[in-house]
């Protein structure tokens, strides 16, 4: 039995191994792929010490950092269950033999919702985008369509109307159904459109975006754009594991020092329940979720 299983290899999870391997615990780490959301960047201009840098770069210097250390490193594994065992928990993989650790600590992360309709996986990162927060500058002076009606789209369409030079809000429902704050703020912009009962049916373009082909009142109509920023929400990859409690979005409860409701299971990152999802915060985390496991460990 490890010390301590890892479930996932993004910032939050690579942070935690590297935490682990300086307090010599005996642990694995489990990725179905290493550097998770990280690598999807184009530019980070938000990690401390690195003024600019893209996703693939980061992820490279996470896993150099990673190089020093010896530790089992399971890469392209899924884990498909974490259960409770005798004197802590078995981390079940849908390939290969279950893990056993006194801890776990749950990184698994969030997984985007995505729209289904042709053009979105052909343009991902080449127009098709996810975050606004992130790749928003990227569309400076350009027309740009935001799709989705709750909270995380009017959050990406008010980023954007200061970027972009026309922002089109592209919702399947009759209402936006985010703040209100948020939808007066909107209405007062020149630059936005805002398409409520419209629905996405295409994204086109050559090497990049050009249009979204959307559908409104049963007239088809193509609205000329060089980004589509699908804002329809994150899924948390929390369903590895049911015994310990999530808040309504699915994400794992966490205290202060990343401890679930359940001892010696430790959560960090985007799936659990921190209110922001960024690259420093999920490192942070996993610092945070290794020191606890490490003085659970001690204390057991
Ligand atoms: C396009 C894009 C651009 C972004 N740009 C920025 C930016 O510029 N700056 C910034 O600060 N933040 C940015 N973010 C947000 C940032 O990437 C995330 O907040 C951060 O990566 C969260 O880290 P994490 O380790 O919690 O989870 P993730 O990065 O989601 O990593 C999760 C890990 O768990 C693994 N995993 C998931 N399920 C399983 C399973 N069942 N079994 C085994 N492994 C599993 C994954 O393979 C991955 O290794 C961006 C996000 C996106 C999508």
Redesign the pocket.
Known sequence: MKDLVI????????TAAIYAARKKLDFAM?????????A????????TGFQVMT?PELVEKFKEHLEKFKFDNLQG????KIEKADGGFRVVLTKGEPLLGKTVIV??????RMLGVPGENKFR?KGV???A???GPMFADKQVAVVGGGNSALDAALQMIRIASKVYLVNVNKELTGDAVMIEKLKSAANLEILNSTKTLEIVGDKFVKALKVEQGGKSRELSVEGVFVEIGLIP?S??IDFVDKNELGEIEINCAAETSCPGVFA?????SVPE???????G??AKACLSAFRYLSRH
Do not use: F, H
Request: charge should be negative; charged fraction near 15%; include cysteine.
């Open positions: 479930v996932g290899g993004g910032p939050a999870g690579i489990v990725s179905i792929m290493l550097g998770g959301q990280a999807w960047s184009g530019e980070i201009e938000n990690y996703g594994v899924e884990v498909k990184a698994s992360g969030k997984r985007p990162n985008m996810i975050c927060t992130c790749d990859n369903q590895v960090a990152g985007d799936v659990a999802k960024q690259i420093i915060i999920a490192a985390d996993g």
